[in-house]
């Protein structure tokens, strides 16, 4: 059994560069030069959800408070197009506020469905800084050198939530290479 040093495991070093400055992914997504190279996106466990559900209800509340508000505005002069107008579209808003709400109860439902899968992949996961690859040191639960958005695809992908990366996240687009997970094929 390995003792832990500053920067991990003392003994541990980089099967891709053989350096030995590497961190646990937990230490390296919040430690020194992370906000300048995004670690903490980029080495992201899961997406995060917090409570979007509940702020998104209040904003689509305000908009329906607004358009009954235009609605009511056409019954004193009696113009009929901004009472049903305002009618309508408050109606409309309050389902689309409905949809989204749910949308995001589906989200962060699938992240807590997903976390005890994810915390397996990117608890024993290691981050090198010299040459910017994730690794475990033992080889399991999987095996090889991952760019940090290879990394991510794999953890989100086996959680159930890989759906929910961003369509500009650089993760969306890369491939895991076959053979990564240990004894078992990666799921989708």
Known sequence: MSTTGAHGPVGVSCPGCGGTEVTAVRAAAGGRGAARTDLATRLAKGPGKSGDGLLHFAEGMVLVALSL???????????????????????????????????????????????????????PAHYCPGCESVFCPRGEPWQGLLTPEQFKKLVWGEAGYADQLAPGDRAREVDVPPGTLVGRPLSG
């Open 69 to 123: 508000g235009w609605a009511w505005m056409g019954t004193d002069p009696e113009k009929p197009l901004y009472v049903w107008g305002g009618i309508v579209l408050a109606v409309l808003l309050f389902i689309g506020t409905l949809v989204v709400v749910r949308g995001d109860g589906r989200e962060k439902a699938a992240e807590r469905a997903g976390a005890g899968r994810a915390d397996a992949l990117w608890g």
